[in-house]
């Protein structure tokens, strides 16, 4: 539920137990939606800064430590790493539709979208938005 302390963070996979996935995505989701709400209902009006590049990093710990589960599955599966596999299926999707079903979070995209030409978008960020759009 932390950064990893070895060598360029890579994953202690003789640490890591089955016990700890679904515990650990628990919290991640749990975390990462909390961040998402904070940046889809803060004050300020929405930008590029504010609201994608703040995106960006939500998510970081959930995307690790689902991605280790994933891999460890097709590369040295169990079939306990199989029932939590399942167990984490419907976990994340129920996140990925919280968040892409997000109102508030939608409306400041949008507004960003529609605003793009005031703030000075790169092209690159206007595709970004588009995709999110």
Do not use: Y
């Amino acid at each position: 539920m932390a950064r990893f302390k070895t060598p360029h963070q890579s994953t202690p996979f003789g640490e890591i137990k089955p016990e700890h996935f679904i515990p650990a995505i628990k919290k991640d989701i749990q975390e990462s939606l909390k961040a998402t709400n904070k940046i889809a209902n803060q004050k300020a009006q929405p930008s590029f800064d504010n609201t994608i590049n703040a995106l960006q990093n939500v998510g970081e710990l959930l995307e690790r430590n689902s991605t280790i589960l994933f891999n460890l599955n097709s590369a040295d599966t169990t079939e306990e790493i199989q029932q939590i596999t399942q167990q984490a299926s419907p976990l994340l999707t129920k996140f990925q539709n919280d968040i892409r079903l997000n109102q508030v979070l939608f409306e400041r995209v949008k507004k960003i979208f529609e605003n793009r030409e005031s703030e000075n978008l790169t092209s690159e960020q206007v595709t970004l938005l588009k995709k999110r759009v």
